[in-house]
């Protein structure tokens, strides 16, 4: 039997499953009083690290992305570089990119944060996250989420005094 056939019907259904979860989901799963949450708790990690946190929510991935089996990873990746995540004075932007419909969480890092986390403790956040996610808990799991990564980050990037906000702290949701 031909794989064509499975891979075109798993890539209907990713589709499918795309298609479905709209930008009303992620308004639903990230309300106001979460992302106001969400950006304080930013706001206060980077008072006690010099790393640059932002977090982007996608609801779903473009239809053409889907088709063409872009992965978590890799739209993760492309959107650090739309966002400029990567451009921060120290090369310490963290980007955290959650996917509702794939219902999968990355962590990108830049290279000074990078070399010094170990891809485990990446996984670790993400699993509080999408363990939390699985659960309808989306306000309290990314709020643990960005505690584990901000206490990561303070002890592998302490703060070394006052530093300009060089990232939007506010949650994105595309």
């Known amino acids: 039997m031909s794989t064509l056939p499975r891979t075109f019907m798993g890539r209907c259904k990713r589709a499918w499953r795309h298609l479905m979860v709209g930008t009303g989901t992620g308004r639903r799963c990230f309300p106001p009083a979460t992302l ?3 950006e304080q708790a930013i706001t206060e990690g980077e008072r006690q690290h010099r790393a640059e946190v932002r977090l ?3 609801p779903s991935l473009p239809l ?5 089996d872009v992965s978590n ?15 921060t ?15 999968e969480v990355d962590i990108i890092g830049d290279r000074n944060v990078g070399r010094l986390i170990a891809d485990s403790e990446w996984q670790a956040i ?9 659960q309808g808990e989306f306000h309290n799991s990314t709020l643990a989420a960005l505690a584990q990564l901000n206490a990561l980050l303070t002890q592998h990037f302490p703060a070394d005094g006052a530093r300009p906000n060089q990232l939007p702290n506010e949650a994105l949701i595309l």
């Open 56 to 58: 982007i929510v996608e």
């Open 36 to 38: 106001k949450a969400i």
């Open 64 to 68: 053409g992305a889907v088709f063409a």
């Open 73 to 87: 990873r890799a739209r993760a990746r492309a959107l650090f570089a739309q966002y400029g995540v990567w451009d």
């Open 89 to 103: 004075e120290d090369n310490s932007g963290v980007l955290i990119y959650v996917n509702l419909a794939a219902r």
């Open 126 to 134: 993400c699993r509080t996250m999408t363990q939390g996610f699985a």
